[in-house]
């Protein structure tokens, strides 16, 4: 998106210390900068993954995740990033969504969530939540639409050569 729109948005990665975090499969990502140094955001994409469990229950990182939904207007999960979303209290009495495998404990941490198992992704106005993995691709583009224009997600889905099999 950043290179084919004409808004040129900026996009980073943070982590909690600014140090390198290892995904689940072994990937390792290399932020851009620690959790205390990031300006003041348009976005905050938080992403799933087998992470969030414990972050669910870290009550300093809740407390950095509802801080900084004070000072961002838009806030979008990706996966099991609804979870710490959820354990933030962001998410009660709204619509969400979250990974198929997940439903259970989105709803074990606040019963108040509408959750819609069926969605791909869910926009209720400042907060964006999307189901599992590829999901997360639909909700990107329709962040782009939204923040910028339908014809430049179009062309960042062309880019991508993301193409969704009608389902069946």
């Not at 210390?17 to 499969?25: E, F, I, L, Q, Y």
């Not at 224009?149 to 062309?155: E, G, I, M, V």
Request: charged share 20%.
């Amino acid at each position: 998106w950043a290179e084919l729109s004409p808004l040129r948005p900026q996009v980073l990665t943070f982590s909690r210390d600014g140090t390198p975090v290892r995904c689940a499969k072994g990937l390792r990502v290399f932020p851009d900068t620690s959790a205390d140094e990031v300006d003041p955001l348009h976005v905050l994409l938080y992403p799933g993954g087998a992470g969030t469990r414990a972050l669910a229950v870290d009550r300093e990182h809740l407390a950095w995740v509802r801080a900084m939904r004070a000072r961002t207007p838009l806030v979008a999960s990706v996966c099991t990033g609804a979870l710490v979303l959820a354990a933030a209290g962001l998410l009660g009495g709204r619509p969400a969504t979250t990974h198929a495998a997940a439903f259970d404990e989105l709803a074990a941490l606040d019963p108040s969530i509408l959750a819609d198992t069926s969605a791909r992704f869910v926009d209720d106005g400042d907060v964006i939540t999307s189901a599992g993995v590829s999901a997360g691709i639909d909700m990107a583009l329709h962040l782009v639409a939204r923040l910028e224009n339908p014809s430049t997600a179009l062309a960042v889905r062309k880019h991508i050569q993301y193409d969704p099999a009608p389902a069946g």
